[in-house]
């Protein structure tokens, strides 16, 4: 239930979605250090409690997207970390991370995924 509350927090809270999506993969068997995690995040987000995106309502039509990819940064299966993140103006209105499907023999490769990835999402 906590990793629930805190997914559901991620819609306007894209500083915790890394963290939050690492912890639900080990929601049906969690040990002791992931409950810690949660409960770390927990703490940030109390501290935190005017961080977060605020939409105004004139909004403009120009969308921004931009891309980035960590080669071989997940040390436990040296894969790659891709994330993308979609502007309209100035407002954030997407945002996407996760950690790619193989491992990328080079970083330009890596980027290129992560392009492709966002180029996706802004589809």
């Not at 810690?36 to 939409?55: D, E, H, P």
Request: net charge neutral; charged share 15%.
């Amino acid at each position: 239930s906590m990793i629930g509350s805190l997914l559901y927090l991620t819609a306007s809270r894209p500083d915790i979605i890394f963290s939050v999506c690492s912890c639900a993969r080990f929601q049906s068997d969690p040990k002791e250090f992931h409950i810690f995690t949660i409960k770390i995040i927990f703490k940030y987000l109390a501290y935190m409690l005017t961080l977060g995106l605020w939409y105004s309502q004139d909004s403009y039509f120009e969308l921004h997207a931009c891309s980035d990819a960590d080669f071989g940064g997940y040390k436990v299966d040296h894969k790659s970390t891709i994330g993308s993140c979609q502007f309209l103006e100035n407002m954030h209105i997407s945002c996407y991370s996760k950690k790619q499907n193989s491992v990328a023999l080079s970083s330009t490769k890596a980027e290129y995924i992560a392009a492709g990835s966002c180029c996706a999402q802004v589809l």
